[in-house]
C-alpha cells in the first residue's frame, strides 16, 4: 500500500511540473530567393568551384519547389517582389583532394571539402538566417562532387527554415 501510495505522489508530482521543451522556431516565410554569386574572399579555390557552387545551389533551390521564383544574382525582375529574401554564400575553407586517393585508399585519404558561411537576408538586409555548412565528396565521385554535396545541404537548411 505504502509503495503504491509513493508511485501515485511521484506520478502526481511529475504531471505537475510544466515540460522543458523549448518553443518549436516559427518557419520564416518568402515567395522567392536571389541567390548572390558566391563571395571567396581570400580563400584559393578554383574558379570551376565557384561557379559551380552557383549554378547546383540555383538548380537545387529551384528543384526543392519551395520558393515560387528563384531568381539569380542582379535580375531586375527581383526588386518587384515585396517578401524577396537573399542567400550569400561565402567559402571559409576549402581543401581539394585527390580522386584518384579516394577510389584507391578509401579510408578518407584525398577528400575535397568545402566550408561556407550561408545567410539569408530580408530586402532590408536583417540576417534571417546564418549558418555554417560543408559539402565534402569523400569516396568516389569527381573533386567538383563537392559542390552538389554543399548546395544538396544548403537547400535542405533553406526548406527546413522556410
Sequence with gaps: ??????????????????SQTPAPTPKLHASAI??????????????????AIYERLI????????????????DKAAKNVPDLVTLHTSVEAFT???????ELVPVAMGSTKV????????KDGKKLLDQKVAGKVRIFGENLGATN???KRITKLLVASF
Excluded: C, N, W
Design 1 to 18: 500500500m505504502k509503495i503504491a501510495l509513493g508511485v501515485t505522489l511521484m506520478l502526481a508530482a511529475a504531471a505537475a511540473i510544466p
Design 34 to 51: 536571389q541567390i548572390d554569386l558566391v563571395e571567396v574572399g581570400d580563400v584559393s579555390i578554383p574558379a570551376e568551384f565557384r561557379y
Design 59 to 74: 538548380e537545387q533551390v529551384r528543384e526543392s519547389r519551395k520558393f515560387e521564383k528563384v531568381f539569380r544574382s542582379g
Design 96 to 102: 581539394e583532394g585527390s580522386q584518384m586517393k579516394r
Design 115 to 122: 566550408d561556407v558561411t550561408t545567410q539569408v537576408t530580408d
Design 149 to 151: 554535396d554543399l548546395a
